[in-house]
């Protein structure tokens, strides 16, 4: 009986670690580090924020009609910057995924797939404009982010 138990704990063990491993997708330098439901902005929108002010510039406009307002994440912008997408009035609360595309010499293509929104996340009467900050290895290179369809 004990080496039943011991069995079926070892096999639940190694099929939890296989689920999360799988899950694990995207770019590993690029990760999400801030996100809300509720940005106030009502078009889709990016931006790359490469320093402190224009971080808190952004973070000025999230927080406008909060009290008290979201914390603003710290960051060493000497190593990393930060990719903010905001995703306009929409029903449903997508999970985004962000991974690189292509890098060229001076280019870096950045793709956003907002994966697939289930009918009942559709058929929701609530609009929400979320937004994302992922972070990413600093670059002098221009960042382009393309929208995934699906």
Known sequence: MVKHALWIIIVCMVSCKAQKEGQ???DPDIVLIAQDG???I????????????SLNKFYSRINRTRK?????PTMD???DMVIAICLGDRTGQPTPLLYRLSETDSDISLALD???????EIQLTVISNPFYLFKMPLTTKKVDIQRVKR
């Open 24 to 26: 694990l997708q995207g």
């Open 42 to 53: 009502q078009e889709y929108e990016t931006s790359v924020i490469k320093d402190a002010k």
């Open 114 to 120: 907002l994966g697939n929104i289930s009918k009942e």
């Open 77 to 79: 912008f000497s190593k």
């Open 38 to 40: 509720f940005s106030g």
């Open 68 to 72: 008290p307002g979201l914390p603003v």
